[in-house]
């Protein structure tokens, strides 16, 4: 583990937040009003997460004498130990190999691919006037918010941080919120066809095995 402090990068907040928030961007290409209001809170997230990876460590600064206390060995203020997780339970190699900065590639990519699978089925079922239920919308009603869930989760077992770990409950009641108005609005335009999709397809946890009902369009 590198001995030299990495911290005060400011164009590295600024460069990974904004090729984070595109990258994200293309994925989602938000349209409505709550789709920005979810874009948005997700790119707060992601800016808290580089000023803190890049910028200054409040979490280490805040926590630094219960760390130093507990783990002596570990240059709190080096970059590495930004990677807590590795540090704490005593990873001793690179910790950009270690088991949850590798497990955290599984949850971002595994999320950046559910808003990209899901963004094609509902952007063509809204210009068709139907139902979005092929694709990732056969397996659950919320892909794209259970991707944006994912993609934090696996930037918190990468970099946790106070301030991330206090927005993620936040971020995740908010996609609750509007998965909930969304689904309101749904239900009083397509009536029994979305209620008997509501029946085979759970709303954000996928089944062991998809239903074959909610794949077909609901008649």
Known sequence: ???TP???LWSLVILNSALFIFFAFTFFKPKTKRDWRSFGAFSAFLVALFTEMYGFPLTIYLLSGWLQSRFPSVNWWSHDAGHLLEMMFGWKANP?????HLLSFAFIGGGFWAISAAWPVLYRAQREGTLATTGPYSRVRHPQYVG???VMFGFLLQWPTLLTLALFPVL???YWRLAVSEERETAARFGEAYAAYKRTTPAFIPRLRPSQNAKRSPA
């Open 1 to 3: 583990m590198s001995d």
């Open 172 to 174: 995740v009641f908010m």
């Open 96 to 100: 950009h190999f270690g088991p949850f």
């Open 6 to 8: 990495a911290y005060g």
């Open 148 to 150: 944006f869930v994912l």
